[in-house]
């Protein structure tokens, strides 16, 4: 790191509370994330964003942890020492959420814009679960971590996936929440398929590309037509699939009943159910 203001003057202000101005700053870009604003920070004054924070004097260990919150006296410190307004600071980080939206907005990035993360940027919307493709330059978005097999994605499932997002978000900024239980189940349903184990809602914020946009592309799927009768129609149904039912629609009798329903006239119409695929 090139010390940013060593000096004679600085060695004498070391009791000052004012952290010392860094000798380059650079202007927040619209939904610019703070952490993200503070890593071009960093590389702006030469240094990683560790050394810029303990310059700064703000005790944490990664810059995202002040993107949901940050309090007054750490604004004011980084505001002096970047030259720039505390409001604008408190600009950068996420605004007040309902529950829904928290629930759905990752604390780590999860993805990333390919084009603008290579001018440094980090923007506030690759956060939420919704979000599919750059609101800046309109790439898609893609896994921070993993591989990124992009070339093997069917063209239908990027389509489908990313009608469901449209629909996560329209769920997720509904007053109601219904819409966002439908949407969970069809995620539930999902990752049983998948065999993903954990919540609905760390699948969709999942290193695999694959288990993400497969739970998003559920979601679309149980719009247009009732999720299980596409199950039984796509894919037969078996033991595994059972069990995926059940987590799915174990607290809703009256769907599980249907789907019973649907199963037996199944059965007796065709015979035994053997496999087929529609889609
Ligand atoms: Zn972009």
Redo the contacts with the bound molecule.
């Keep these: 790191m090139v010390a940013p203001c060593e000096g004679p003057s600085a060695a004498r202000d070391v009791r000052a509370v004012k952290p010392r101005s860094l000798p380059k700053t650079v202007a927040p870009l619209p939904d610019e994330l703070l952490s993200g604003w503070l890593s071009r920070l960093a590389a702006a004054n030469y240094c990683d964003d560790t050394e810029l924070l303990a310059h700064i004097e703000i005790y944490t260990t990664h810059g995202t942890a002040l993107d949901f919150s940050i309090d007054a006296a750490t604004a004011e410190k980084i505001a002096n020492a970047a030259r720039v307004a505390p409001d604008v600071l408190q600009a950068l980080v996420f605004p007040a959420m309902t529950p829904r939206e928290a629930s759905l907005t990752a604390q780590m990035p999860f993805q990333h814009?390919l084009?603008?993360s290579r001018k440094g940027l980090s923007l506030r919307h690759w956060r939420r679960a919704w979000a599919f493709d750059?609101r800046?330059?309109g790439?898609r978005l893609v896994q921070t971590l993993g591989k990124t097999g992009d070339e093997q994605i069917p063209d239908k499932l990027i389509y489908r996936a990313r009608r469901g997002a449209g629909m996560l978000e329209c769920a997720a900024r509904s007053r109601s929440p219904k819409q966002l239980r439908r949407a969970m189940r069809a995620v539930t349903f999902a990752m049983s398929l998948k065999g993903c184990h954990g919540g609905p809602l760390f699948a969709l914020q999942s290193h695999k590309p694959e288990v993400r946009l497969f739970c998003l592309a559920a979601i679309d799927a149980a719009q247009s037509r009732p999720l299980i009768k596409a199950a039984i129609s796509s894919s037969g149904i078996d033991d595994y699939a059972k069990v995926a039912l059940l987590r799915a629609f174990g607290k809703e009798p009256r769907l599980l009943a249907a789907v019973d329903q649907i199963a037996q006239r199944r059965a007796r119409s065709k015979g035994p159910m053997t496999a087929e695929s529609r889609n």
């Design positions: 814009c084009q603008c750059c800046v330059c790439t």
